[in-house]
């Protein structure tokens, strides 16, 4: 079976300083819906954490001015690479929904309880970040900073 070629994609985990994420209900044509952290591929050329950074912004209006690259996340069929950016949130952040043909909703929630079902990626990212070392079948995970 001959596998496509991966497309290189950011999650991010935008955090409040309670603890709580973002995550957004994914409505994306053809696809079951989800929920998701705020995320989407890289353009050419572009660094991971502006990559991030410019994703979080037009997904739910959030502008930040700093994020960490944590994990990288290799789907093994062959679907995708993920690179796992933390972005603290900042001081009053609001999220919109910007996208509604994408994501209808966006709201706050503990990461250790997000609601579902959630998008593959998201729960890769969320693995990576919540379980360091502990294997999720079906992603090759690879933590590269604390």
């Known amino acids: 079976m001959a596998l496509s070629r991966p497309k290189s994609g950011v999650g991010v985990v935008l955090q409040r300083d309670d603890g709580a994420v973002a995550v957004g209900h994914r409505v994306t044509a ?72 994408a994501i209808d909703a966006w709201t706050w929630a503990d990461p250790d309880d997000l609601p579902g079902p959630v998008f593959a990626h998201t729960d890769a990212v969320r693995h990576a970040w919540r379980s360091p070392g502990v294997i999720l079948d079906g992603w090759d995970l690879h933590r590269v900073a604390h």
């Open 30 to 101: 053809g696809e079951t819906p989800s929920w998701s952290f705020p995320g989407g591929h890289l353009e050419g050329g572009e660094p991971v954490v502006a990559a991030a950074l410019r994703e979080l912004a037009e997904e739910t209006g959030v502008v930040a001015a700093t994020g960490t690259l944590f994990a990288v996340c290799v789907r093994l069929d062959g679907a995708g690479v993920t690179f796992a950016v933390h972005v603290p949130a900042p001081a009053g952040a609001e999220l919109r929904v910007t996208e509604p043909h």
